[in-house]
């Protein structure tokens, strides 16, 4: 009896595992790597609605208060474009002015917490090689994804009824508060199928990342478009699927069913890909190099330029898209001052026009968009130093310091050119909407005026790594930090000096504002001076 023959009586026709053998085990596995992110980020969701609900009950609580909020939004483009279309403010009520406030944000958070969570499970341990060790094990090809989704699918279950109780516990109706529980399951089980299928596609986790981002960056503005002029557009984006629930406003929950068959669609397709390419390659083949590296590799400025330059594309072009659309709609937030107690609400502190107080908003808020490209620029000096990529470098005549410095060298300068471009394209579409060539200027300066604080970002991430590496993704919790208190610090009524913490906070809501040069000389002082620290930490610690 041959040997085959031996093993195929011992084993059976074939040796290879069922597709999710071990399922169970990757299961609990999942759970353990997960024990503080998961909680975090469903405690995260949950508190940032329920804060943010209590507190728009808290502003809005008469008929009176109500009607002046839907005056306000109603008939704006500016404010569908951000918010949402505002259904049920017809005849508003405290649910239809939560919904409107809250919904759309929490949806794209939501969708995040999929994103970088399957990815974290799938793509980016195939990378690390965490993934070829499980699979040395008798697990299946497909236990590690099904893993991926089941435990992703508990955590939106548990986001979702966490999010329906705060509502109910706020007073407001049972059913709309089910309705947005809802919703936001739906978003995240989509987004989770789209992160699932970028990680086939991919040869690697910030490319997924990368991917599954840009679908959910294209969803938002697809939403924007059909909100503000062609509706049949937001039909197109699982965003406007998820808004379109109507909650607190005569619930449709038929569009429940476009979310969960998008979902499973997307599931399937994951799966199919999956069973079609080799282990650690994506569907989506590496582009071979030349034969002869150019000069500009010869570097290590050079070298890190290349390996960030599809990231710093990707984030330039989605952030300067996003700004011309809010630019060509800047004619709108004029016609807000109409209303006194509108404009004295949104203009507390600028003592320019309230389209120069809607140009510096926008400058704040895809300034923060450009800090999710200067941390993950920053923290691939980490990814490199642990796939053991930096040790060949630093093998060579090239020093720690010489070697990291590149890093923050291509964050800051990457920064620098998102906010430009950003700027020219949202003073571009401002310049068409007004008829006036000369706001492109001002409004390029009040979005190169951001980078300060950017660059603080920039170096809280390289301190971190500096000094206490395994710490590092705390970056991405400063980087919330300053996001919520940039954009829901008046909703949430954060306090001020709560507010102060971020740099963001410090810097002259241009053109709104008259230029102030200290902060800026601080800001960008306190920035050098941290990634000094950390350059400083890289050349004293071992590397790996």
């Keep these: ?116 969570l399957m990815v974290r499970h799938t793509r980016a341990d195939e990378e690390s090689g965490r993934a070829e060790l499980v699979r040395a094990a008798p697990v299946g090809r497909l236990a590690m994804l099904v893993a991926a989704s089941i435990w992703l699918t508990v955590l939106n279950v548990l986001v979702a009824v966490g999010n329906a109780v705060s509502m109910v516990a706020l007073g407001l109706p049972a059913e709309g508060s089910l309705a947005f529980g809802v919703a936001g399951l739906g978003v995240g089980l989509v987004f989770m199928g789209v992160a699932a299928v970028a990680a086939q596609l991919a040869s690697g986790g910030r490319a997924a990342t990368a991917i599954a981002g840009a679908a959910l960056g294209i969803s938002y503005l697809i939403r924007a478009v059909g909100d503000v002029g062609w509706g049949w557009l ?92 809010m630019g060509l709609i800047a004619d709108e937030a004029q016609t807000l001052a109409e209303n006194d107690s509108v404009a004295e609400l949104l203009t507390p502190a600028a003592t320019g026009s309230l389209t120069d107080a809607y140009l510096a908003t926008m400058a704040v808020m895809l300034a923060l968009a450009a800090g999710g490209f200067a941390v993950s620029a920053a923290l691939r000096l980490r990814s490199e130093e642990s796939a053991v990529r930096a040790d060949p470098v630093l093998a060579g005549p090239i020093g720690r310091v010489r070697w990291a410095a590149g890093y923050v060298l291509v964050a800051v300068g990457g920064s620098a050119v998102i906010l430009v471009v950003a700027g020219l394209l949202t003073g571009l579409g401002t310049a068409v909407s007004l008829n006036d060539i000369s706001e492109v200027l001002p409004v390029t300066g009040a979005f190169l005026a951001q980078l300060p604080a950017v660059f603080v970002l920039i170096g809280v991430t390289v301190a971190l790594m500096g000094w206490v590496p395994r710490w590092s993704a705390i970056a991405w919790a400063a980087l919330a930090f300053v996001v919520i208190v940039g954009l829901l610090g008046d909703l949430l009524q954060i306090p001020h000096w709560v507010r102060s913490i971020s740099p963001f906070d410090h810097i002259p809501l241009l053109p709104a504002e008259p230029m102030q040069w200290l902060p ?25």
């Design 234 to 325: 937001s039909w197109l984006s699982p965003l406007g699927w998820a808004i379109g629930i109507r909650a607190y406003a005569d619930e449709r929950w038929w569009v429940v069913l476009p979310l969960l068959a998008l979902a499973l669609a997307m599931g399937a397709l994951a799966v199919a890909l999956s069973a079609r390419r080799d282990f650690d390659a994506g569907i989506l083949p590496q582009r071979p190099g030349p034969a002869r590296a150019s000069g500009l590799l010869s570097t290590p400025l050079g070298l890190v330029f290349r390996l960030q330059r599809a990231s710093l594309i990707g984030w330039t072009v989605g952030i300067a898209i996003m700004g011309l659309v």
């Design 520 to 544: 800026i000389v601080v800001l960008t002082a306190i920035g050098a001076f941290l990634a000094g620290i950390g350059l400083v930490g890289i050349r004293r610690r071992d590397i790996g």
């Design 1 to 116: 009896m041959s040997t085959r023959t031996t093993l195929e009586a011992r084993n059976g026709p074939s040796a290879q595992p069922q597709p999710v053998a071990g399922l169970g085990t990757l299961i609990r596995l999942i759970i353990r790597r997960d024990r503080v992110h998961g909680p975090a980020w469903v405690l995260g969701i949950v508190l940032l609605v329920l804060v943010g609900a209590a507190s728009t009950i808290g502003l809005y609580n008469t008929a009176e208060q109500l009607q002046n909020y839907a005056d306000l939004t109603s008939g704006q483009a500016a404010i569908k474009a951000i918010l949402g279309p505002g259904y049920g403010l017809e005849n508003p009520t405290q649910g239809a002015v939560v919904m409107d406030e809250m919904a759309l944000i929490t949806f794209i958070v939501i969708a995040l917490m999929s994103i970088f």
